[in-house]
């Protein structure tokens, strides 16, 4: 209750700082007017070029499963991520359950899992990195540059103490933990065939964690280009480079804001501060962030369907594999 209650506070307060740093929201009916529902429909198909993209970089860190259970794997990631937000890791244990529902052991599936997400990660520095440039050239001054590379000096030790943790010790320490606190219920699995050791194996292959962070590069890209149409769609277009610098500042924020549910109201609030950067007034700047919501729900909706109809169908194969 106190956690929901503070980041309710947290979403107020970054709502009510852009309020006041913009001076009101300005006519945003009459933007999404412009766009209307053909434009979250414009923004749901434009989003199966970043989320195919994010499947390939999922699918490359394995072999023997086709590439379209990764691309709807990552519907189905995203979709229960954004919409049920406040269960912690909820896509990534739906990703794992996907996987080895398909055959795939548990141990393995988690593996690809996690490396994944790691080659995200890292392929978000990326992206933050060339966004930065992006404000470096064309706003030294700004103080969304300094604050920018302050948060990229905050987080790369993060993400360097997340890669390091996954291959360490400590992670199968974790794993056998249930087994030394309930040793007659619960069996550790044997050293070579735990989680751990997957996560070893999966990285040992060099090649395919670089094309993974590759692909993943090329998402986030394609993912800027999502704000580009959006922008086109209210009547209100920016260069493609200051859109790309934009993305990696709100996509930074959303990241850091990683407590708050899909980052509500702090992605909008982003929006508004620092597209006034780029020119873009109060409405539009929260319009595009409301498509991008709207575009959520349109695919975020179907996948939760989809995911229950997964689990019903993995439950009964599983009982009649039982019987």
């Known amino acids: 209750m106190t956690a929901a209650v503070l980041r309710l506070a947290l979403i107020g307060v970054v709502l009510g700082v852009a309020w006041w740093l913009r001076e009101g929201f300005g006519d945003v009916k009459g933007a999404l007017d412009t766009a209307g529902w053909t434009g979250v429909v414009i923004l749901a198909f434009y989003h199966m070029l970043p989320m195919t993209l994010c499947g390939l970089g999922w699918n490359v860190l394995q072999t023997g499963l086709p590439l379209r259970l990764f691309v709807m794997g ?4 995203d979709g229960i991520g954004e919409l049920a937000g406040f269960l912690p890791l909820s896509g990534e244990v739906a990703g794992v359950r996907l996987l080895a529902a398909r055959g795939m052991r548990t141990a393995d599936a988690s593996a690809v899992v996690v490396v994944d997400v790691t080659a995200e990660a890292v392929a978000q ?3 933050s990195l ?11 001054e700004s103080e969304v ?4 590379l302050i948060a990229m000096a905050l987080s790369v030790p993060g993400l360097a103490a997340f890669v390091a943790l996954q291959r360490s010790a400590l992670t199968r320490f974790l794993e056998t933990l249930p087994s030394r ?3 007659r219920t619960w069996e550790a699995p044997d050293a070579d065939a735990g989680i751990h050791a997957a996560i070893h194996a999966v990285y040992a292959d060099r090649r395919r964690v670089l094309s993974s962070v590759a692909w993943h590069v090329a998402a986030w890209i394609a993912g800027a280009g999502e704000a580009w149409v959006a922008l086109h769609l209210l009547g209100h277009p920016l260069d493609f480079a200051d859109v790309l610098a934009l993305e990696s500042i709100i996509f930074a924020i959303r990241s850091i804001a990683f407590m708050v549910p899909a980052a509500i109201g702090v992605q909008e609030g982003g929006y508004m501060i620092v597209g006034a950067l780029l020119g873009l007034p109060t409405e539009i700047a929260l319009a595009v962030s409301l498509l991008k919501r709207g575009r959520e729900l349109l695919l975020g909706l179907p996948a939760l369907l989809a995911w229950h109809f997964a689990e019903g169908a993995a439950a ?3 009982q009649n594999a039982s019987e």
Request: positive net charge; without cysteine.
């Open 125 to 127: 520095a990326i992206f």
């Open 181 to 183: 606190l309930m040793p």
């Open 316 to 318: 009964k194969s599983r």
């Open 130 to 140: 060339l966004g930065v440039a992006l404000w470096l050239r064309n706003y030294p």
């Open 145 to 148: 540059t300094r604050w920018a």
């Open 74 to 77: 990552r519907w189905i990631r």
